[in-house]
């Protein structure tokens, strides 16, 4: 019969292999955030402008023709195309970038709440954030350094 601590060194060995993949997953995407911090505080060129929206399974299509808006930025505005022609907002104009508790196809859905000259702005997307594309991270980043009073979350694990 097996003792006691044995049974108990047994169930720790257990959770700590359990959490392993866990904690990979998440100092993968801690790393990534760092890098993103550190490029652009390198003075990485962010032209032309990323794609920060994601694509849906489900399109909703007019005439033949996709219509959705799609969302990119680069160093100086944040963009929302529907169309051949986009419309550019200064990013130090976002008031804010958060969460939403919406969830569509196992990702968060974002809003971005933006001041114009008619009143504020908010839009929503699912981003486009992977372990490979790391362009809504650089766009959380960009906010953060051209309004610091901005309300910027922190992208988590789960996107």
């Known amino acids: 019969m097996a003792s006691t601590l044995e049974i108990a060194l047994k169930t720790?060995?257990?959770?700590?292999?359990?959490?392993?993949?866990?904690?990979t997953i998440w100092l993968i995407h801690r790393r990534a955030s760092l890098r993103?911090?550190?490029?652009?505080?390198s003075g990485l060129?962010?032209?032309?402008p990323r794609r920060i929206s994601g694509t849906s399974m489900t399109l909703v299509m007019v005439d033949g023709k996709e219509d959705r808006e799609h969302y990119f930025f680069d160093?100086?505005?944040f963009y929302l195309r529907r169309g051949p022609v986009p419309t550019a907002v200064p990013l130090s104009?976002?008031?804010?970038v958060t969460r939403t508790s919406d969830v569509i196809y196992g990702r968060y859905v974002w809003q971005v709440c933006f001041s114009?000259?008619?009143g504020r702005k908010c839009v929503t997307f699912t981003n486009n954030l992977t372990l490979?594309?790391?362009d809504f991270l650089l766009f959380?980043?960009?906010v953060r350094r051209a309004n610091p009073l901005a309300t910027v979350e922190r992208a988590g694990v789960l996107f």
């Open 93 to 96: 104009q976002i008031t804010s």
């Open 116 to 118: 114009k000259a008619s």
């Open 140 to 142: 959380l980043e960009a």
């Open 12 to 23: 720790v060995g257990f959770i700590v292999l359990a959490a392993l993949p866990l904690l």
């Open 132 to 134: 490979f594309n790391r």
């Open 36 to 41: 993103a911090r550190s490029a652009l505080g």
């Open 75 to 77: 160093a100086e505005s």
């Open 45 to 48: 060129r962010l032209n032309p």
